[in-house]
C-alpha cells in the first residue's frame, strides 16, 4: 500500500513538473513565434502591394458570413496620392486548414496571393502555395467565377485543396472589392455575393432541391431495387421531371463507411451523376465527417455511371480521391455511389428513354473496406 502511494506521489510529482516546464517553454517561444508571424505578414503585405506607402487595420471589415472561411485582419494599403486597395487575411478549410492574405485593388483586381500557413498534405494540397497554381489569381477580378476547370485549373490529386483555396480568395476578394466600393470610392460589382455551401448533412427535401431545384419529384422507392450488394439498402427513391421530361432520378442509399452512413445519388438520363450529398454520418469528426463537406460530395458531380469509382491511392488508379485520414469513410461513399448510380441509369434507360449501358461487369467491381483502419 505504501509503495502504491508512493508511486503516485512520484507521478503526480512528476506530471507537476512536466507541466510546469511546458508551460515555461511555451511563455518563453511565444514572443519569438508571434514576432515571427508579425514578420511573415509584414513581408506578405509588401509582396502583394510593393508601392504602398502603409497599411491601415481595418476595425470595420464585415464577417466572411460563412461557418468555414473566417476573416482574421483586414487593411487598406495606401500610397501618398490615395488607397491602393485592401487585403484580407482568410482561414479556411482545404484539405485541412490554410491562411491565406488575399488583396484586391480599388479596381477589384486581384494582386497575387500570399500563403501564411498550410497545413494541407505535404506533396498534394501544399501545392496550392505553388505554381503555377497560386499564380492563376492574380489579374483576376473579384466578380470571376473562380470554378475549377471553367476560369481556373486545378491540381491532379489536390482537388478539395484546390477548391477550398479558390473558395477562401474568391470570398475575401469579394467582399474586399464591396468594401472599398462603399468607403473608398472603388469601382462597383457587377455579381451577387458569393454562397459557400456550408459542411452539414441535409434534409432529404433539402438535398433534392439542392441538386434538382424546384423541379418536380415522385416517390418511385418500389420500382428499384438493389440487385448487387446486400450490404447497401435503398432507403427510397424519386423520379425527378421538368414538366413532361424526365431530368433523372434520386436514390438515397444506406451502407458502411467507417461506421455507417446515407447518401442521396442523384443520376441523368444521360449516365452522368446530377450530384450526391450526404443525409447521414455517423464517421469520426474531422476525419469521415468530411464527407459533408462540399468540396468532397461535389467531386461526384458529373462523373460517368461507367467510372470505375476506385479509392487512390487503395488502388494507384483510383479515380476517386480519398479524404485524408479516411479512407475506409471514402470507400464506403464510392460504393454506394456506384451502386446507386447503376441502378438509376438501368431505371432510367427501361423506363423513361434513358441512355442504355453496357451488360453489368461480372463481378461487379467494388472498393474492398477492410474491417478496421
Known amino acids: 500500500m505504501k509503495s502504491m502511494v508512493k508511486l503516485s506521489a512520484t507521478l503526480a510529482a512528476f506530471t507537476v513538473s512536466a507541466s510546469l516546464c511546458l508551460a515555461l517553454v511555451h511563455l518563453y517561444t511565444k514572443p519569438y513565434i508571434d514576432a515571427n508571424a508579425e514578420r511573415a ?6 509582396q502583394i502591394f510593393p508601392d504602398a506607402a502603409g497599411f491601415d487595420p481595418v476595425t470595420d471589415f464585415p464577417a466572411s458570413g460563412s461557418s468555414s472561411i473566417t476573416f482574421n485582419k483586414a487593411y487598406i494599403a495606401r500610397s501618398e ?3 491602393l486597395g485592401a487585403v484580407v487575411m482568410a482561414t479556411g478549410a482545404t484539405y485541412k486548414s490554410s491562411t491565406l492574405l488575399v488583396g484586391t485593388g480599388i479596381d477589384r483586381v486581384l494582386k497575387p496571393v500570399v500563403f501564411i500557413e498550410n497545413t494541407d498534405t505535404a506533396g498534394l494540397g501544399t501545392k496550392t502555395a505553388e505554381s503555377p497554381f497560386i499564380d492563376q489569381f492574380a489579374g483576376k477580378t473579384a ?3 473562380f470554378v475549377l476547370g471553367e476560369d481556373l ?3 491532379s490529386g489536390a482537388t478539395i485543396s484546390a477548391r477550398g483555396v479558390s473558395r477562401i480568395v474568391q470570398l475575401a476578394a469579394y467582399h474586399s472589392g464591396a468594401y472599398l466600393a462603399e468607403h473608398h470610392g472603388g469601382k462597383a460589382g457587377t455579381g451577387a455575393a458569393p454562397v459557400v455551401k456550408e459542411a452539414a448533412p441535409m434534409s432529404v427535401e433539402d438535398a433534392l432541391a439542392d441538386i434538382w431545384g424546384d423541379l418536380d419529384t415522385a416517390d418511385v422507392s418500389d420500382a428499384i431495387e438493389n440487385t448487387i450488394e446486400r450490404s447497401i439498402l435503398f432507403d427510397g427513391a424519386w423520379l425527378v421531371r421538368d414538366s413532361d421530361e424526365v ?6 442509399a444506406r451502407g458502411q463507411t467507417y461506421k455507417a452512413s446515407a447518401i442521396l445519388v442523384a443520376v441523368r438520363p444521360d449516365r452522368t451523376l446530377a450530384g450526391i450529398r ?3 454520418t455517423t464517421d469520426t469528426k474531422n476525419y469521415g465527417y468530411a464527407m459533408v463537406e462540399p468540396d468532397f460530395y461535389e467531386l461526384f458531380t458529373g462523373k460517368p455511371v461507367d467510372d470505375p469509382y476506385l479509392v487512390a491511392p487503395t488502388v494507384s488508379d483510383g479515380d476517386v480521391d480519398a479524404i485524408s485520414g479516411a479512407t475506409i469513410s471514402t470507400l464506403g461513399v464510392a460504393n454506394m455511389v456506384k451502386i446507386a448510380a447503376w441502378e438509376g441509369s438501368r431505371y432510367l434507360a427501361e423506363n423513361h428513354g434513358g441512355m442504355p449501358g453496357a451488360d453489368r461487369s461480372d463481378p461487379f467491381v467494388l472498393n474492398e473496406i477492410p474491417q478496421w483502419e
Open 81 to 83: 496620392n490615395g488607397v
Open 247 to 252: 431530368a433523372g432520378v434520386a436514390i438515397l
Open 278 to 280: 450526404i443525409i447521414e
Open 143 to 145: 466578380d470571376d467565377s
Open 41 to 46: 505578414q509584414t513581408a506578405g503585405l509588401r
Open 153 to 155: 485549373d486545378g491540381i
